[in-house]
C-alpha cells in the first residue's frame, strides 16, 4: 500500500468547536521560567482529538510533547489558549477520573497486589465516579472486571504477587490495566514502554492494542520511536522543535487489528519514512535549548 499525499494535514488548521466528542486545544501558549529566563514550551497549539482514536504525539526532545499531554491532563495550565476535554474543562474531567494517566514509571504501590493495585482506584473515586455521570461527554460503559484485565494483558497468573515481585515490563502491564480499569474516557500515556527491551516493548504493544480495541478509549500516547507510533495510531501529531509548536499531523490507513508481523510491512516503511522526513523538518524549525 502506498501513502497518500492526503495523509498529511497542514498543521495551520485550526480545531472545530468545542464538542462532547473530541479533546479540543486551541491557541495554547505556555512559558516557563521568568522574564530573565523564559522558555516557551508551546507556541500557539491547536489539535483535535476524536473520541475513540488511538492518537501519538512524536517530535525532538523538550519540543513540548510531555507539556502539551500535561495541558489535557489538568496538571498543568496554559498561559493563554483553551483546552476541552469532552466538552468539560480539564479539571472538572480529572475530578470525575474521566482521565487515565499513565507515566514512565508504573507508581504502584508496593504493599498493594498486583490486583489490589488494579481495584483500588474503583475503590477510592466512587465520587468521582458519580460527578462524571453528570458530565454530558461522558460515555458510561459496563464495568471493567480487573481480573479479567490482567489476564488479557499476560498477567492472569501473577494477581497475588507484589510489584517488587515483577519485572519492568509487568510492572508497566499493571499500571495499563489499572488506568483501564477506571473506564476512563480518555487514557494519557507519557512515553510508557521508554525503559523496555525492544522484544518486551513490542509484546507490551501488541496487549495494548488488544485492549484499545476491546475498549475503545480514547488514547493520546507520547513517544520518541517512529515504528512504535506507527504500530500503534490512528493519527501521529509531529512536533516542531522549541518552541514547541505542530508540524504536521499524518493519518496512519493501516488495517485493524494490527499485530505482530506488521512491522516488516512495506506500508509500515513507507509511514515511518515519511514521519522521520517531518521530523528532520520539525528538528530545522528551530533551536532546543537546555
Known sequence: MSVK?????????KPASVKPDQIVVTDALKIYGGKTAEVTALSHV?????????????????????TLLRLIAGLEKADSGEVSVFGADPDRACAAKMIGFVPQVPALLPWLSVVGNVTLPSKVNRRADALR?????????DAADPRALLAKIGLGDALDRLPHQLSGG????VAIARAFAIQADVLLMDEPFSALDEFTREAIQVQLLELWEQMRTTVVF?????????????????MSARPG????VIDIDLPRPRRQGLLESAAVHEYEDL????????????PVTA
Do not use: N, Y
Open 133 to 141: 455521570r453528570t458530565l454530558p461527554g461522558h460515555v458510561q460503559r
Open 275 to 286: 514521519i522521520r522526513a517531518r521530523l528532520q523538518t520539525a528538528w530545522a524549525s528551530g
Open 46 to 66: 491547536d489539535l483535535t482529538v476524536e473520541r475513540g482514536q488511538f492518537v501519538s504525539i512524536i517530535g525532538p526532545s523538550g519540543c513540548g510533547k510531555s
Open 170 to 173: 509487568m510492572q508497566q502491564r
Open 245 to 248: 509548536r505542530i508540524e504536521a
Open 222 to 238: 507520547v513517544t520518541h520511536s517512529v515504528s512504535e507510533a506507527v504500530v500503534l495510531s490512528d493519527r501521529v501529531v509531529v
Open 5 to 13: 499525499p492526503a495523509s498529511v494535514k497542514p498543521a495551520s488548521v
